[in-house]
């Protein structure tokens, strides 16, 4: 069983920043990427951004390319992202997923509201 587990969201103002985290938990034998998702209302889910197990191959979305940075932690299955300047239009529900042992598994969601 795989657990994956995002805490980290919050209401923030336009310009502001927020530090999203990701834990993935569980029996597993290889854990190949971790990656940051989101949907907005009225839109369909969207790739963020996407770190592999050694923290490399990271792939952004363009509207966030520059603004957030994902990272993993080398000593443990956890992955963040940290986003800076945040826009109205980065309002969402923020999911983790990660792709163990050739599985895709998604955690529950954390909100991200950016208002003034």
């Known amino acids: 069983q795989v657990q994956v587990v995002e805490s980290g969201g919050g209401l923030v103002q336009p310009g502001g920043s927020l530090r999203l985290s990701c834990e993935v938990s569980?029996?597993?034998?290889?854990?190949?990427?971790m990656a940051w998702f989101r949907r907005s209302p009225g839109k369909q889910r969207e790739m963020v951004a996407q770190?592999?197990?050694?923290?490399?191959?990271?792939i952004y979305k363009d509207a966030v390319r520059g603004r957030f940075i994902i990272s993993k932690s080398a000593a443990a299955n956890t992955a963040y992202l940290q986003m800076n300047s945040l826009e109205l239009g980065d309002t969402a529900v923020y999911y983790c997923?990660?792709?163990?042992?050739?599985?895709?598994?998604w955690g529950q969601g954390t909100q991200v509201t950016v208002s003034s």
């Open positions: 997923n990660t792709n163990v042992d050739l599985r895709l598994y």
């Open positions: 569980g029996t597993f034998t290889k854990l190949y990427t």
């Open positions: 770190i592999d197990r050694d923290g490399g191959g990271i």
